[in-house]
């Protein structure tokens, strides 16, 4: 069955640094999405990508974020100078024209 | 999107079967209703999904009335293993769509 990946399942970073989360989203599907969950809240919708483009993001994904598909696999979320209080999981997910999300597994990322 | 409410907790035990309401009050004429599983520190996990009337697969069951205003994930015979969280989730499905998460329904099952 196909799935989602993403990597790293952990990343450590200190605050203020750069770091890419990388997503391998279901080879056929056409809609990608990022989404974050702080530790003992809820998920939260950060942006979709449609057609090498943003189709919609939340209030969340401000100028720090950004996302790229730079090759036909690859999704990626870059987060130009990480807060203490992005600290929570990533997940990402991918969804056909006309169906459902399947997430992936997430990277959990701590800044310290 | 349609805003959805659901139980923020149950508890079960092994064997029994668990329903889960959400209600939807606003649903639109071409959302769908999608239901998520979330286990601790792992992406959400689709159940199951309908339109309209019941649905089955071979992990639950969906009941859908007639004005779609609310609907019901019915569980047969919990484990242990479903202790989770389970998310309600309405949209359109004609275009990807921005899934908007609530804060679910922890489903506790016990021995």
């Known amino acids: 069955e196909p799935e989602v990946t993403q990597t790293p399942s952990h990343q450590v970073t200190q605050m203020g640094q750069e770091v890419i989360l990388r997503c391998v989203p279901i080879?056929?599907?056409?809609?990608f999405y990022w989404y974050r969950q702080i530790l003992g809240q809820k998920v939260e919708f950060l942006v979709s990508?449609?057609?090498?483009?943003?189709?919609?993001k939340s209030e969340i994904f401000d100028d720090q974020f950004s996302v790229e598909r730079p090759d036909g696999s690859n999704f990626t979320l870059k987060i130009r100078s990480t807060k203490l209080e992005d600290s929570a999981m990533y997940f990402c997910?991918?969804?056909?024209?006309?169906?459902?999300?399947?997430f992936g597994p997430g990277t959990r990322l701590t800044v310290l | 999107l349609a805003k959805t409410t659901q139980p923020i907790s149950m508890d079960s035990y092994e064997g029994q079967e668990v329903n889960i309401t959400c209600s939807h009050n606003n649903i639109a004429t071409n959302d769908y209703i999608t239901w998520y599983q979330q286990f601790p520190s792992q992406g959400p996990r689709f159940i199951i999904q309908g339109y309209k009337t019941k649905v089955t697969n071979e992990v639950a069951s969906l009941f859908i009335p007639a004005d779609r205003k609310s609907s019901t994930l019915s569980l047969p015979r919990v484990s242990l293993s479903d202790t989770a969280v389970y998310y309600c989730l309405v949209g359109d499905n004609d275009y990807g769509q921005n899934f908007v998460f609530g804060p679910g329904t922890r489903l506790s099952v016990l021995p």
């Open positions: 990508f449609y057609n090498n483009e943003i189709s919609e």
């Open positions: 080879s056929n599907h056409l809609y």
């Open positions: 997910a991918s969804s056909e024209a006309r169906g459902l999300a399947f």
